[in-house]
């Protein structure tokens, strides 16, 4: 079990890596192919993969059924969340 101090200093490290992106850094091509990889699986979706697709970066989801659907369409550039934590070092406190 997870104590709240050790959530909080991984919630804390983790949002240390995050950038939020404004939509207008968006070119109108990677919005239109993230809407059509979406398209039938998860449209809400489509703003993190249009990111993922303008910056080249790896979308973290831990949405599975966006992850199976989006390998479907041969869309490789995403890991699901629990294969990221699993690969933290594990922290120890006294």
Do not use: W
Not at 26 to 52: F, H, N, P
Not at 77 to 93: A, H, N, S, T
Request: charge should be positive; include cysteine; hydrophobic fraction near 45%.
């Amino acid at each position: 079990m997870c104590c709240l101090g050790e959530f909080q200093n991984f919630v804390l490290a983790l949002f240390n890596h995050v950038t939020v992106v404004p939509r207008m850094v968006l070119s109108r091509g990677s919005i239109t192919r993230a809407s059509k990889l979406c398209e039938g699986i998860d449209e809400k979706d489509t703003m993190y993969v249009a990111v993922a697709l303008e910056l080249y970066v790896t979308l973290v989801t831990n949405d599975k059924v966006l992850y199976r659907g989006l390998k479907k369409r041969h869309f490789h550039r995403m890991v699901l969340l629990r294969d990221v934590v699993g690969g933290l070092p594990r922290i120890d406190y006294l």
